[in-house]
């Protein structure tokens, strides 16, 4: 907050404490500012940085006071300078709280999860997606996904994990979206197990879970007769087009 016009920031120090892991969101050149009324006066506010923090341990922690050099405008734009401040940030005391025993840090946020649609009837060979989206607040970059185990006869590829930030929220978050590729190899009646997804609520303070599934669907074609005139071949699956995102 000031009451003079800053026209940028050519040094900027993040508070610095043990125990805590930063991740810079915004780190602006120039001090764009709004007008906003304290204690019955006027002052511009200024955003010069940010960043996250995420505590790793817990206990007492104090963040120990950033810094930022800026340039204030003396006088006017026409016959005014710029003249070099630096300005300090007071420490602050931190506390806490542990998490419950088997919980991760990266499970903590506000979250909401949804997934795709899997038909429940698909040529053999077809490629199908097993989507899972998590949306929230929180380190939804570090958020982690259980593992997937596929039944005989299901062949899955490298997962495709995607994270889109907010931007310019008051807290950390965003959307990932977590996609398998599945394509079956034998006909018949298969079924993707449940998958549990869970996380920590800060605000209620409880584990949260949501179960994706499971899956069943009917698996249609033959697969090519063996080849007994060739040595080491194995059967092979006439395989269908291959089908785009669910």
Known sequence: YSRVRLEGVSELDYPEAPGIWWEQLDNPTRAGSEVVVYSGRRFRRHMIGRIAGFAE????????????????????????????????????????????????????????????????RVNLGDVIELKVTVAGDGNIKAFPLPEVRLPPGLRGFTPKREVEMKEGAALIGGELTWTLPIQATVPGKHRLQGLEVRWFDPDKQTERRTIVGPFEFDVVGTLAPIDDSGLGETSQATVGGVRGPI
């Open 57 to 120: 341990r817990a206990g007492e922690l104090e963040l120990a006071g950033g810094q930022a050099v800026v340039q204030v405008l003396q006088g006017d734009m026409f016959f005014g300078g710029v003249k070099e401040k630096t300005l300090y940030a007071n420490p602050i005391q931190l506390r806490v709280r542990a998490l419950p025993q088997g919980v991760q840090a990266a499970h903590v946020g506000r979250y909401r999860v949804r997934h795709g649609f899997i038909p429940d």
